[in-house]
Antibody, heavy 122, light 113 residues
Framework: QLQLQETGPQLVKPSETLSLTCTVSGDPMRSGEYYWGWTRQFPGRGLEWIGYINPGGSAFYNPSLSTRVTMSADTSRHQFSLRLSAVTAADTSVYFCARHNAGWDLNLIDHWGQGTLVTVSS | QPVLTQSSSASASLGSSVKLTCTLSSKYSGYFITWHQQRPGEAPRFLMK???????NKGSGVPDRFSGSSSGADRYLIISNLQSEDEADYYCETWDGYNHRDVFGGGTKLTVL
C-alpha cells in the first residue's frame, strides 16, 4: 500500500530556507508513470500546487514560486525533497507531498501524504 | 477568470443524495479533472478522475456511493445515501495549460444535516 510521509522542521525563520523531505513506501519511484510533487494549503482552505519532479530528475514548478523553489529526488532512498528559499509569513502552510499520475494526459494527483504544518516566524 | 469554480458550501440530509459541481472555464472545458475529499483535520484523499465524457475512475477504497458525471464544462461529484463521514471539503483539480501549472478549485464545504 502506497504511503507518503513528510518530514522536516515545523518552524522556519523569515528569510531562511524551508526544507522538507517526503519518504515513499509501497512504490519504487522509478516508474516514469508517476511524478512526485508538493502542494500546500493555506489557513482557511486554499490549495496551491508548488511543483513536481519525475524520476529522471526533471522538475516543473508553479511559475509563481519558481524563483524560490528547488526539488530533488533520490529514488534509491525512496525520497524526494522540497526547498523553498527566502520564506516569509505568507509561506506558513500545511505542506503535502503527493503522487501525480503521469499515465494520464494531465499529470494530476492520485495519492496524498499526511501533510506537515510549517510556520514561518522569528 | 478562474480555471475551476466551485460553490463554497452545500448541505444535504443524512441518507439523501447531493451533487457537487466544478465548472471549468471555457478555455479548458474539454479537460478532465480529479475530485478530492478532505475531512476535518485530515489530508486530502483522491476520490476519482472524471473525464469530459462522464467516464470516471475511482481511487482504491472509495465507496460505490460516490460517482461522477459531466455536462459541457461542468464536472459533477454525486454522493448518494449520504453518511455523516461524508461531511468534508471537496476539491476539484486540473491543469492550467496557459500558465503551466496544476490548479485547484476553491473547494465546497459539504454539511450533512
Amino acid at each position: 500500500q502506497l504511503q507518503l510521509q513528510e518530514t522536516g522542521p515545523q518552524l522556519v525563520k523569515p528569510s531562511e530556507t524551508l526544507s522538507l523531505t517526503c519518504t515513499v513506501s509501497g512504490d519504487p519511484m522509478r516508474s516514469g508513470e508517476y511524478y512526485w510533487g508538493w502542494t500546500r494549503q493555506f489557513p482557511g482552505r486554499g490549495l496551491e500546487w508548488i511543483g513536481y519532479i519525475n524520476p529522471g530528475g526533471s522538475a516543473f514548478y508553479n511559475p509563481s514560486l519558481s524563483t524560490r523553489v528547488t526539488m530533488s529526488a533520490d529514488t534509491s532512498r525512496h525520497q524526494f525533497s522540497l526547498r523553498l528559499s527566502a520564506v516569509t509569513a505568507a509561506d506558513t502552510s500545511v505542506y503535502f507531498c503527493a503522487r501525480h499520475n503521469a499515465g494520464w494526459d494531465l499529470n494530476l494527483i492520485d495519492h496524498w501524504g499526511q501533510g506537515t504544518l510549517v510556520t514561518v516566524s522569528s | 477568470q478562474p480555471v475551476l469554480t466551485q460553490s463554497s458550501s452545500a448541505s444535504a440530509s443524512l441518507g439523501s443524495s447531493v451533487k457537487l459541481t466544478c465548472t471549468l472555464s471555457s478555455k479548458y472545458s474539454g479537460y478532465f479533472i480529479t475530485w478530492h475529499q478532505q475531512r476535518p483535520g485530515e489530508a486530502p484523499r483522491f476520490l476519482m478522475k472524471l473525464e469530459r465524457t462522464g467516464s470516471y475512475n475511482k481511487g482504491s477504497g472509495v465507496p460505490d456511493r460516490f460517482s461522477g458525471s459531466s455536462s459541457g464544462a461542468d464536472r459533477y461529484l454525486i454522493i448518494s445515501n449520504l453518511q455523516s463521514e461524508d461531511e468534508a471539503d471537496y476539491y476539484c483539480e486540473t491543469w492550467d495549460g496557459y500558465n503551466h501549472r496544476d490548479v485547484f478549485g476553491g473547494g465546497t464545504k459539504l454539511t450533512v444535516l
